[in-house]
C-alpha cells in the first residue's frame, strides 16, 4: 500500500514537531510499518523524513534548553517541578550535542581494601593562636596539636606510609 501525499505530508510535518517516527506515523493514521516500507520505496521520502526527524530532535533539545532557561532566570512562579526539570536536562543531553547535564554521584566505594584512615587533605589546618603550623616537608612529618584555648594536646607524627592504614577483605 503506498501513501498518499497528505499521509506523507503529515508524517513529516508531526516529525518536525516530535522527531520521533512512531509518534508521527500514529498522528498520521498510519502504523510505523507501513512508514518503514514506504521509506525503503523511496529515496527522495526518506532523504524527507530523516531531515524531518533531525529537525525534531533539534526543537526536542531547544524546547528543553527553554525550560531550564526558565527555571535558571526564575521566570517559574512557585514551587520548582523537579520531574520537570529532570525531564528537561535528560532531554538536552540526548538531543543536544555538547551539553551535559549535572549529576551526582553518591555512595561508597568498598574494595579490595577499606580503608580506615587516610592523608589529610593538603591545607591542613592546626588550631593553635601563634602563627599557624604546618605539615613539614620531607618524610617524617610532625606537627604540634594545641586545642582551641591555645593548650598544647600533643605531637602528630606521620608518614606518608603510616597515614593509610586498611584491612585486606578480598583475597
Same mark, same amino acid.
Given at each position: 500500500?503506498?501513501?498518499?501525499?497528505?499521509?506523507k505530508?503529515s508524517?513529516?510535518?508531526?516529525?518536525?514537531?516530535?522527531?520521533? !517516527?512512531? %509518534?508521527?506515523?500514529?498522528? &498520521?493514521?498510519?502504523?510505523k =510499518?507501513e512508514?518503514?516500507?514506504?521509506? +525503503?520505496?523511496? #529515496?527522495?521520502?526518506?532523504?524527507?523524513?530523516?531531515?524531518?526527524?533531525?529537525?525534531?530532535?533539534?526543537?526536542?533539545?531547544d524546547?528543553? !534548553?527553554? %525550560?531550564?532557561?526558565q527555571? &535558571?532566570?526564575?521566570?517559574? =512562579?512557585?514551587?520548582?517541578?523537579r520531574? +520537570?526539570l529532570? #525531564?528537561?536536562?535528560?532531554?538536552?543531553?540526548?538531543?543536544?550535542?555538547?551539553?551535559?547535564?549535572?549529576?551526582k554521584?553518591?555512595?561508597?566505594?568498598?574494595?579490595?581494601?577499606?580503608?580506615?584512615?587516610?592523608?589529610?587533605?593538603?591545607?591542613?589546618?592546626?588550631?593553635?593562636?601563634?602563627?599557624?603550623?604546618m605539615?613539614?616537608?620531607?618524610?617524617?612529618?610532625?606537627?604540634?596539636?594545641?586545642?582551641?584555648?591555645?593548650?598544647?594536646?600533643?605531637?602528630?607524627v606521620?608518614?606518608?606510609?603510616?597515614?593509610?592504614?586498611?584491612?585486606v577483605?578480598?583475597?
Amino acid at each position: 500500500m503506498r501513501l498518499t501525499k497528505e499521509q506523507k505530508e503529515s508524517v513529516i510535518e508531526h516529525l518536525r514537531e516530535v522527531g520521533v !517516527l512512531m %509518534v508521527a506515523a500514529k498522528r &498520521a493514521g498510519i502504523t510505523k =510499518a507501513e512508514l518503514q516500507a514506504e521509506m +525503503k520505496k523511496s #529515496a527522495i521520502f526518506r532523504k524527507r523524513v530523516n531531515e524531518a526527524k533531525s529537525e525534531g530532535k533539534t526543537n526536542i533539545a531547544d524546547n528543553a !534548553l527553554a %525550560v531550564l532557561m526558565q527555571y &535558571a532566570y526564575g521566570a517559574v =512562579a512557585g514551587k520548582t517541578d523537579r520531574n +520537570k526539570l529532570t #525531564a528537561a536536562i535528560a532531554l538536552a543531553n540526548a538531543f543536544e550535542p555538547g551539553f551535559r547535564g549535572t549529576s551526582k554521584v553518591e555512595g561508597r566505594i568498598e574494595h579490595d581494601v577499606r580503608v580506615i584512615t587516610a592523608v589529610p587533605r593538603p591545607k591542613y589546618e592546626v588550631l593553635d593562636n601563634p602563627p599557624k603550623k604546618m605539615l613539614k616537608s620531607g618524610k617524617d612529618k610532625s606537627v604540634r596539636i594545641y586545642d582551641d584555648k591555645g593548650q598544647y594536646i600533643g605531637t602528630k607524627v606521620e608518614t606518608v606510609e603510616e597515614a593509610i592504614e586498611g584491612e585486606v577483605i578480598n583475597e
